[in-house]
């Protein structure tokens, strides 16, 4: 590919960065490169924007209009969370189509999506609205927030030694994506058969981590969402931080599903580059990570430690068994990968070969 997008979706946001540089942000303000922006003021506002299109992020097939209405919301206020902040309020851009399929499911988006401001305690204050042709429905949300004492908390705070804490599990979205999409065959016994519903529900309906960013806002230097994958995810917050980093691959805290449906190396690479997991990564001084953990467990957010922040020239890696392994830039990017997140062309595929269904119990 060519073009302003052959070399991935970080290197056109920075070509914009570099741009758009010299018009801003205002003074005390941040501008392209984290989750969120920040406009300076009293209080502060972060201002984050997520756009999802249909058969590029989502498959009505896969999700129903519910699903989507919570997701598309769900992958904002995870941004919010990223900067150690609470939402604040919501603006819907959205893209629908005519036809009697479509106007039966519009009802449906926006029951769900009441509901869930609801139970977010977000308002909806306003947005735009505009027809579409079939098959291009598009969804995007603007959310502002306002950040927890401590806050905001940035990726480029990290320092050489702090350490490396996720919260939640990871790789359950990916799975569930696979089973749903037919690379995976559901398991028969029935305890498998929970945790592979449950992978489904994960994909389907994730819960951005608000209750962790408190904590996150008092003890986190640096903090990222990660909703591309750690893959991807990670690097970016290293490099924002001027930093290498270290993840031990038997800390990470794997989803149940793809640890009891998958061989550990595959369920290791779903993990680090299925994507779609809204947890947050962040990284914290030694001194402060008792402190973090305790507040984390208070709120009912798990987490774990799994690696630290490096010297720049240390670069990134895995440590397997004790031994170092080249740290692989697996993820999802919609330039390069063309297809929705999950299991996407970067590592994965070697889980389930195409063509070859595997037996989620075998």
Known sequence: MTGPFAHGEDAFLERLRRRFAVLGPPRGGLGIGDDAALLPGRPPRVVTTDLLVEGQHFRFDLLD????????????????????????????????PRGATSERRLPRFLAALFEACA???????GGDTVRVPQGATTVAFTVTGIPHRG?????????????????????????????LEGRLRPPRE??????????????????????????????????????????????????ASGCGFEVVAERLPIDPAPARLLRPAAARRLALGGGEDFELLAAVPPARLAGLLRRLAAADVPAAPIGRLLPARAGGRLLVGGAGKRWIAAGWDPFRTGRAPGLDATAPPSVFPRGRGRTAAG
């Open 65 to 96: 209009p519910a699903d989507l209405a919570v997701r598309a919301l769900e992958a904002n206020l995870s941004d919010v969370a990223a900067m150690g902040a609470r939402p604040e309020a919501v603006f819907l851009g959205l893209g629908w």
């Open 151 to 179: 806050g905001p908390v940035l990726r480029s705070g990290g320092r050489p030694g702090d350490v490396l804490v996720v919260t939640g599990t990871l790789g359950g979205s990916a799975l569930g994506l696979a089973l």
């Open 190 to 239: 029935t305890a498998l058969k929970r945790l592979a519903a449950a992978a489904v529900a994960r994909y389907r309906r994730p819960e951005a981590r608000l209750a962790a960013a408190p904590a996150m806002a008092g003890a986190a230097r640096a903090l990222i969402d990660l909703s591309d994958g750690m893959g991807l995810d990670l690097p970016r917050l290293a490099r």
């Open 119 to 125: 139970a977010r305690r977000v308002p909806l204050l």
